[in-house]
């Protein structure tokens, strides 16, 4: 496993897979698929993949030390910008498709509708994160506080869920299983950070001074 994560063919492999929603619905658009409404299927479409690109980017850093696999962090830069080009791909939809561009529409549609206000701020917390992904911007912001600013993919996930929750109104059993995940990641997270704190205060009580 270490030997085909490592593989120079493996990162492409990988990009083409994250690839294969897109040429399905792609795909579908050729062959008539696209249901009914074809605009409310491309929006929930590309909503959908947004979410399991976050959910899958937020799964790197805990699948990687469970299964004591430090090479996956090789791929979590190409699936967050992942999540990010859905996310621009749903958020398309709505002002191309739907509103045809209408500025003034698109802003009363926010104003009024809880689900779209929650949905375009998610889009809006991933942007940053998008632009700093580079190893410059890293050496530019520091570690840590590259780190800080990278922790609002939680929030957008977390906004996401809350953005397709309220959507649906009825069909909730996908939402909110994107939601259960969410949180799981969350409780992982926040329990490493309270173990490594406590790791760090166990090793300083132990040093002793010299003479």
């Known amino acids: 496993m270490h030997a085909l994560l490592n593989s120079k063919w493996s990162k492409p492999v990988i990009f083409l897979l994250c690839l294969l929603p897109l040429a399905m619905l792609g795909w579908e658009a050729l062959h008539g698929e696209l249901t009914a409404n074809p605009i409310e299927f491309i929006t929930h479409a590309t909503g959908d993949w947004t979410l399991r690109f976050l959910v899958i980017t937020l799964c790197v850093t805990p699948f990687r030390k469970i299964l004591h ?30 509103k045809f561009f209408d500025l003034s529409e698109m802003w009363k549609d926010i104003a009024k509708r809880k689900y779209i206000t929650v949905g375009f701020t998610a889009f809006l917390l991933l942007i940053p994160l998008a632009v700093t992904s580079t190893a ?31 959507q649906v109104k009825s069909a909730v059993i ?38």
Do not use: N
Request: aromatic content about 18%; hydrophobic content about 55%.
């Open 174 to 211: 996908r939402p909110l299983t994107y939601g259960a995940i969410v949180a799981v990641l969350l409780l992982w997270r926040l329990f490493a950070s309270l173990s490594k704190k406590k790791q760090l205060r166990i090793d300083a009580a132990t040093v002793r001074p010299l003479g």
């Open 136 to 166: 410059g911007w890293i050496r530019r912001l520091g570690g840590k506080r590259w780190q800080m600013l990278h922790r609002l993919i939680y929030f957008s996930a977390a906004l996401g869920v809350i953005h397709y929750y309220w």
């Open 69 to 98: 696999l430090p090479e996956l962090i090789r791929f979590r830069r190409m699936l967050g910008l992942f999540a990010f080009f859905y996310a621009c791909l749903h958020f398309t939809t709505y002002i191309w498709l739907d």
